[in-house]
């Protein structure tokens, strides 16, 4: 079974970068994590551009292969302020914190971004991962 729709929605839920260098052990290890979570989804991205770009060059036959829109939906900055500690906080006022977080974000994203849907990505993914 194929999907229908031409778009990818990629909600991100771990920094990509980092504002200081871990020091203490919780926070290489955390660093660490996050390397380690990020680096399928860097290369499956590096995957979709190598793809659009033959598809693009006419060297991929079309009918074969779909060019699909990426869509970002980030909050790098609020994650990139939260700790170690923050990935074992189940504390309610914390994840509805989070909530608010997505919330704002995904409607930023949605006024920006809206008429793209179906018609091209929101985001240049050389830029971001090569």
Same mark, same amino acid.
């Not at 200081?20 to 380690?36: G, H, K, Q």
């Not at 006022?93 to 994203?109: M, N, S, T, Y």
């Not at 091209?120 to 993914?125: A, M, Y």
């Given at each position: =079974?194929?999907?229908?729709?031409? +778009?990818?929605?990629?909600?991100?839920?771990?920094?990509?970068?980092?504002?200081?260098?871990?020091?203490?052990?919780?926070?290489?290890?955390?660093?660490? /994590?996050?390397? &380690?979570?990020? %680096?399928?989804? =860097?290369? @499956?991205?590096?995957?979709?551009? *190598?793809?659009?770009?033959?598809? +693009?060059?006419?060297? !991929?036959? &079309?009918?074969?292969?779909?060019?699909? /829109?990426?869509?970002?939906? @980030?909050? @790098?900055?609020?994650?990139?302020?939260?700790?170690? &500690? %923050?990935?074992? /906080?189940?504390? =309610? +006022? *914390?994840?509805?914190? !989070?909530? @608010?977080? $997505?919330? #704002?974000?995904?409607?930023?994203?949605?006024?920006?971004?809206?008429?793209?849907? $179906? #018609?091209?990505?929101?985001? +240049?993914?050389?830029?971001?991962?090569?």
């Amino acid at each position: =079974m194929t999907a229908e729709t031409p +778009d990818v929605v990629i909600v991100q839920v771990n920094p990509l970068g980092c504002d200081t260098v871990p020091v203490t052990a919780p926070e290489i290890m955390n660093r660490l /994590n996050e390397i &380690s979570f990020n %680096s399928s989804l =860097m290369r @499956e991205m590096r995957a979709i551009a *190598f793809v659009t770009d033959l598809i +693009d060059e006419g060297k !991929l036959a &079309s009918n074969q292969y779909k060019r699909i /829109n990426v869509h970002w939906i @980030e909050a @790098e900055k609020q994650m990139r302020g939260l700790g170690v &500690s %923050s990935k074992l /906080n189940a504390r =309610m +006022d *914390f994840l509805l914190h !989070l909530k @608010e977080i $997505g919330r #704002q974000v995904a409607d930023r994203w949605i006024a920006s971004h809206f008429d793209a849907i $179906g #018609q091209r990505s929101t985001i +240049d993914i050389k830029e971001m991962f090569l």
